[in-house]
């Protein structure tokens, strides 16, 4: 089976891709040059959750470049001697402010699969019924897997019938 893409999360230094295989969710980290890959098997899966955070980063980000725009914009508006300078200078910072707007009121959801022996995340800002989506098919597919790896294995010899006596 190819791989399907499932999502990534993306950090400063860090990116971070997970797809999954037949048997298992493969993550692929690349830091600068560097990749590895790490695979967290869907029959040792001990846990999957789905959850909502607002990371303090990108709010001041937001927030921070939205008021160095109005400052900027002020600063001009003022030193050429126009009066009319905050209606200019609040269009310049609206679409920063509204977009710290957007991540407060909306935050970013996160699947995690947490394995034994690896962690798998998956994050969605904007696409909240894809994670729901995604939560649901690796559930499903980790209940699928377990429950294959929990069925006895059946040998290929047939069972001696009763009464007979094998000898070795």
């Known amino acids: 089976m190819r791989r399907q893409f499932l999502g990534k999360v993306s950090t400063f230094m860090l990116r971070t891709r997970s797809y999954l295989a037949s048997d298992a969710i493969e993550v692929d980290e690349i830091e600068g040059y560097t990749g590895t890959r790490r695979r967290v098997l869907l029959d040792e899966v001990q846990l999957i959750t789905l959850d909502r955070r607002r990371r303090r980063s990108p709010i001041f980000l937001w927030l921070g470049v939205g008021i160095l725009a109005f400052l900027a914009v002020a600063t001009i508006g003022l030193g050429n001697g126009h009066g009319d300078w905050v209606l200019p200078a609040l269009g310049f910072a609206a679409p920063f402010l509204l977009m710290a707007a957007i991540y407060l ?43 294959r790896a929990a069925q006895p294995v059946e040998s290929a010899e047939e069972p001696a019938p009763e009464g007979s006596a094998s000898v070795a």
């Open 105 to 147: 009121a909306l935050g970013t959801d996160y699947v995690t699969v947490f394995g034994k022996r690896g962690v798998a995340q998956i994050a969605f800002f904007l696409r909240k019924k894809r994670a729901r989506e995604l939560f649901a098919l690796l559930r499903e597919r980790a209940q699928e897997a377990q429950q």
